[in-house]
Nanobody
Framework: QVQLLESGGGLVQAGGSLRLSCTAS????????MRWYRQAPGKQRELVAQ???????TYADTVKGRSTISGDNAKITVNLQMNSLKPEDTAVYYC????????????WGQGTQVTVSS
């Protein structure tokens, strides 16, 4: 079973930075989308940032201007650099890789905790 392995979460003070990384545990077909989601306690999971196979990037309004997603579609890696962190960024962050054409899949990471203290 393919796993997406996340790293880089932790505890940081408000205004600080973190870099989350995600990579696949084995070789898989190139994804069409690589994403970062987050879920705060008592809230629904929300999309934070997405990068497509062609390199098109979108961000949630809540992180736009403070976060940068980058990835290597061939190596199945995706990173999320988060700056100027706020307490409301506290959540479990999940990596997602999806392929919607032949050989489709939708893989998730186990989640990494990000806690921002005020």
């Amino acid at each position: 079973q393919v796993q997406l392995l996340e790293s880089g979460g932790g505890l940081v003070q408000a205004g600080g930075s973190l870099r989350l990384s995600c990579t696949a545990s084995e070789s898989i077909l190139r994804p069409d989308y690589m994403r970062w989601y987050r879920q705060a306690p008592g809230k629904q999971r929300e999309l934070v940032a997405q990068i497509t196979a062609s390199g098109y990037i979108t961000y949630a309004d809540t992180v736009k201007g403070r976060s940068t997603i980058s990835g290597d579609n061939a190596k199945i890696t995706v990173n999320l650099q988060m700056n100027s962190l706020k307490p409301e960024d506290t959540a479990v962050y999940y990596c997602n890789a999806q392929r919607i054409v032949a050989g489709r899949y939708n893989y998730w990471g186990q989640g990494t905790q990000v806690t921002v203290s005020s």
